[in-house]
């Protein structure tokens, strides 16, 4: 994936710099526009907006449920209510009361979904720390890069899906704290 910078403004009033970048991807053309604290993505002539918590580097998604009474249907597709090309998908069932995460990624993006019964995630950015309790099918929280979390609390029928941005690379995990610590602050 290549980036090709278009404009760069400043904007005093609004406290924020605005970056155009255009991708080259299968010479089709898409338009990314980064602000800080927000993500958005111009496709078709839409704008998506996908805005971060402004502390640490997570937000949670309210996904749309569909419904009557013979159930309830949430469709998840990339770049339209997931912030990022979905290139792997797994799920966690069969808790027990152990912990487990204990991890960062330097460039792998995440969207956690509790399909059934709850959880807690602590989040932490090396200078804060959130916990936030996963629940129900239409919540998803997406967890951007450089953030340390830990699983922890699951319910006995707890099954989370987990949609990520890339595929599997060991090398890009982070999984000592000290180690995480230092490479945030560098």
Same mark, same amino acid.
């Given at each position: 994936?290549?980036?090709k910078?278009?404009?760069?403004?400043?904007?005093?009033?609004k406290?924020?710099?605005?970056?155009?970048?255009?991708?080259?991807?299968n010479?089709?053309?898409?338009?990314?526009?980064?602000?800080?604290? #927000?993500?958005?993505?111009?496709?078709?002539?839409?704008?998506?907006?996908?805005?971060?918590?402004?502390?640490?580097?997570?937000?949670?998604?309210?996904?749309?449920?569909?419904?009557?009474?013979?159930?309830?249907?949430?469709?998840?597709?990339?770049?339209?209510?997931?912030?990022?090309?979905?290139?792997?998908?797994?799920?966690?069932?069969?808790? +027990?009361?152990?912990?487990?995460?204990?991890?960062?990624?330097?460039?792998?993006?995440?969207?956690?979904?509790?399909?059934?019964?709850? #959880?807690?995630?602590?989040?932490?950015?090396?200078?804060n720390?959130?916990?936030?309790?996963?629940?129900?099918?239409?919540?998803?929280?997406?967890?951007?890069?450089?953030?340390w979390?830990?699983?922890?609390?699951?319910? +006995?029928? #707890?099954?989370?899906?987990?949609?990520?941005?890339?595929?599997?690379?060991?090398?890009?995990?982070?999984r000592?704290?000290?180690?995480?610590?230092?490479?945030?602050?560098?």
């Open positions: 994936m290549q980036y910078l278009i404009d760069l403004k400043y904007y005093d009033d406290d924020f710099v605005l970056v155009v970048l255009q991708k080259y991807l010479y089709s053309y898409k338009l990314l526009i980064f602000l800080s604290y #927000c993500y958005y993505k111009i496709d078709g002539g839409r704008v998506r907006e996908y805005p971060f918590n402004k502390i640490m580097n997570y937000k949670i998604l309210n996904f749309n449920v569909i419904g009557d009474g013979r159930g309830k249907l949430v469709s998840l597709e990339s770049f339209k209510n997931i912030p990022f090309d979905i290139k792997r998908v797994y799920y966690i069932y069969d808790t +027990n009361t152990e912990p487990r995460g204990f991890h960062a990624h330097t460039r792998l993006e995440q969207v956690v979904v509790a399909l059934a019964g709850s #959880c807690e995630f602590e989040l932490d950015d090396g200078k720390k959130e916990i936030i309790k996963l629940n129900s099918p239409n919540i998803g929280l997406y967890i951007g890069v450089n953030m979390r830990i699983m922890r609390n699951f319910s +006995n029928d #707890c099954r989370l899906m987990v949609l990520a941005s890339d595929y599997y690379n060991e090398s890009e995990y982070i000592d704290y000290n180690e995480f610590l230092k490479d945030i602050n560098e």
